[in-house]
Structure formats: structure tokens, C-alpha cells
């Protein structure tokens, strides 16, 4: 009796996972995929696409679909990876492909990576991220992809993570997704531009999602906090249970919109309160914030979770008088 079939994975190194590129969505595909050959093969050379077999899995319609992958190799050619090493303080930038090779009259299309990608790609025994190509070739947005990549890298499945977080200021965000300068100005413009989309998207269609809360010097975001967490996919869902998720994720976004407008002030006040509640009111509380916000380090709450406590202690403090709306 046969088995189920095996996953296909692509296993590249956190430093690439996390790295900066100008790669398109189909190029990004097309990485992922040339991946899992090598983490089959661990060979760098001669990885041949045919391109009837891999334009369904790409995305690609049409009778151009080799001219179309024909031009993206072309650009994988002159595309740059730049993987920063904070160690170091370097920074080091190198073509993701060397060659490609066509062979017009059998629709094939021949890839080589550079060979500066071997060290990412090639016997990982530690630091790795492993990407199922089925959740991956599901995504659409480039920036969608990226984020999966870096929440991947993260490993939010491992419950010995207990849902890990990282920072990234302004700046760092900017470089991650190649912003440039005049492109979504505002700290908020990237939020709704950029983070919110991409969360919806993983929200939906992939097995790990992300959340952020934002990072505040006075009353302006300096950056972001992002936690890495596991996911059911929307589209995997009945749709009684899919209208339920929405939902919840809908509450989530209001949480995050209050907490970039709540001052500094009543930041320092809930977390003060929290700090010195005894267990009784902790645990009420607790019961009291909403599912997904409650998965909290006691000793460093996050500002999502204290918006919404905030909230809720001022109710408790200030509840509305008989007969009077709130």
C-alpha cells in the first residue's frame, strides 16, 4: 500500500530566509523551487525546468509561459541578494544565478545558482528554515512571500519557541521589503501598505502567520515588534469556521489600530498596574483579553495585550452608570 506523498521542501539558511532581495514573486517561486533540488541533490548545477510540467505550479497561463519564464531567469541573472551579519556589522551582496540555459526547441529552461549561494543552501545542519513549496506557491504578493520566509525562519511550530518575536525598526523594515525612500512615508502608510496586507494574506493562505505591535519613542513608531505564530489557513476552513477566524483576526486588527494611537503615558500606567496585580486580579483579567492576545510573558507584556487590558482595567475603575450606554 502506497503511503502519502512526500512533502516538497525547500531548506535554505536563516541568513537567507531573512536577507534583503529585488526578486519578483515568480522569481521567488522559482528560487524556492531550484531549492528543494538542491537539498535533494546537494548539487548547484544543471537544474533543468520544463516548462509544461512547472507553469501550473507557477501560476502561469498562456502559450507564452517559456518567453514569460524566459525574462524572469533573465532578471534572476542580475538579481542581488543581500544578507546582513549583525555580528559583523557587514553587510554582503551577491547574484542569486550564474547561468541559464535554453533550450528553445524542447521548452526547457536550464538554472544554475551562484555559486557564492552554496553556504545557504548546501548541507544545513543548524539555522535553517524549511519551506513546504505547496503553502508557498499558494501566496501572491512579493511582500506576502517575504514575510512567510521570515516567519518560517522563526519556526513558530516548535513549541519550544513559545511563539518568538524579533524588532525592526523603521529603517530595518524599509531595507527588508526595499522600500524606497518616497514610498509609504508614514510609519502608518507601511502598517496598512505593507505589514497589514501581508498578514492578511499569510492569515489566509499559509500554515504560520504573524502579529506586530508597534514600537513607540514618545508619541511617534520608531518600528515594529512582530511575533512569529502557527496558523490554519482561512481557505482550508469550512466557512462557518472561516467567518469565526476572520473575526477573531478582525478584533486583533482594532487592538493593533488602538495601539498606535494610545500615548506613552497610559502605556507606562497599565504596565505598572500590571506589575504590581496580585495573582486573583491577573488571572481575571486575563480571562478577560481576547483569546489571541493572551499568550503574554508576565515580566514583558507586549502593547497590543496592554491596550486592551488598559481598556478593560477602566471599565472595571469607571463602569457606566445604570441605564447608560458605555
Known amino acids: ?26 522569481g521567488m517561486r522559482i528560487m524556492v523551487l531550484l531549492a528543494t533540488r ?11 525546468l520544463k516548462v509544461q510540467e512547472y507553469k501550473a505550479r507557477l ?19 542580475k538579481s542581488l541578494v543581500e544578507v546582513e551579519d549583525f555580528i559583523e556589522g557587514s553587510r554582503t551582496k551577491f547574484q542569486i544565478l550564474s547561468r541559464a540555459k535554453y533550450y528553445d526547441r524542447d521548452g526547457i529552461i536550464e538554472l544554475q545558482f551562484h555559486e557564492d549561494m552554496r553556504p545557504f543552501l548546501v ?13 508557498f506557491l499558494r501566496l501572491r504578493s512579493g511582500y506576502a512571500m517575504k514575510m512567510y520566509m521570515q516567519v518560517r525562519s522563526w519556526n ?40 497589514k496586507r501581508s498578514m492578511r494574506e499569510l492569515n489566509e493562505r499559509a500554515d504560520v502567520t504573524f502579529r506586530y505591535d508597534p514600537i513607540k519613542e514618545g508619541r511617534k513608531i520608531a518600528g515594529w515588534l512582530f511575533r512569529a505564530i502557527p496558523n490554519t489557513p482561512t481557505i482550508t476552513l469550512p ?27 497610559r502605556y507606562e500606567w497599565v504596565k505598572d498596574r500590571w506589575r504590581t496585580a496580585d495573582r486573583d486580579d491577573r488571572d481575571r483579567w486575563l480571562l478577560a483579553v481576547p483569546e489571541l ?25 469607571s463602569p457606566a452608570l445604570p441605564g447608560l450606554s458605555a
Request: proline residues 6%; contains cysteine.
Open 59 to 77: 501560476g502561469l497561463t498562456g502559450g507564452s509561459a517559456y518567453n514569460t519564464l524566459e525574462q524572469v531567469a533573465d532578471e534572476m541573472l
Open 38 to 48: 538542491v537539498s535533494h541533490e546537494h548539487d548547484l548545477l544543471k537544474h533543468k
Open 123 to 135: 548541507d544545513l545542519r543548524e539555522h535553517f528554515t524549511q519551506i513546504p513549496t505547496d503553502v
Open 1 to 26: 500500500m502506497r503511503g502519502r506523498p512526500r512533502k516538497e521542501i525547500a531548506v535554505i539558511h536563516n541568513k537567507l530566509a531573512r536577507a534583503q532581495s529585488d526578486l519578483s514573486p515568480l
Open 156 to 195: 513558530p511550530k516548535d513549541i519550544r519557541n513559545k511563539y518568538p518575536s524579533w524588532k525592526m525598526d523603521i529603517e530595518q523594515v524599509r531595507w527588508f521589503f526595499r522600500l524606497s525612500p518616497d514610498q509609504y512615508e508614514e510609519p502608518k502608510h507601511i502598517a496598512a501598505a505593507v505589514l
Open 239 to 265: 466557512a462557518g469556521a472561516a467567518a469565526a477566524k476572520r473575526r477573531k483576526e478582525h478584533l486583533e486588527e482594532e487592538q493593533c489600530i488602538k495601539a498606535t494611537r494610545t500615548s506613552t503615558e
Open 293 to 317: 492576545l493572551r499568550r503574554v510573558d508576565p515580566n514583558a507584556p507586549g502593547i497590543m495585550f496592554l491596550t486592551a487590558l488598559a481598556d478593560i482595567i477602566s471599565k472595571e475603575e
